[in-house]
Nanobody, 123 residues
Framework: VQLQASGGGLVQAGGSLRLSCAASGRTFSSYAIGWFRQPPGKEREFVATIGWSGSSIYYADSVKGRFTISRDNAKNTVTLQMNTLKPEDTAVYYC?????????????????WGRGTQVTVSS
């Protein structure tokens, strides 16, 4: 499966952005999808994940209550709605797909990665 993240941009603190992960391939619905981000000068970190059926949703503590992940298997897309953005949310955001059921927060457990999209939150 091939993935492409989009929807990033520049927003003021407190604002919102909606990221999309578009996938190609007929087996998209077989994959759990995760969002990760990599802040400047830091390692890639887990943001959120959603299971193949739309259940099994988990968030990093830092985004819980502000971000919402959802998917539409008919459209081969996963969306990350980001509200109440903070300057510390500034990062390149990536979507990734995995087949396995465990280790959802570990980047190496993901089989496919898309190119990232830049999110910049100004104070």
């Amino acid at each position: 499966v091939q993935l492409q993240a989009s929807g990033g941009g520049l927003v003021q603190a407190g604002g919102s952005l909606r990221l999309s992960c578009a996938a190609s391939g007929r087996t998209f619905s077989s994959y759990a999808i995760g969002w990760f981000r990599q802040p400047p000068g830091k390692e890639r970190e887990f943001v959120a994940t959603i299971g193949w059926s739309g259940s099994s949703i988990y968030y990093a503590d830092s985004v819980k209550g502000r971000f919402t992940i959802s998917r539409d298997n008919a459209k081969n897309t996963v969306t990350l709605q980001m509200n109440t953005l903070k300057p510390e949310d500034t990062a390149v955001y990536y979507c990734a797909a995995r087949v396995g059921v465990g280790g959802y927060s570990t980047p190496t457990n993901y089989d496919f990665w898309g190119r990232g999209t830049q999110v910049t939150v100004s104070s």
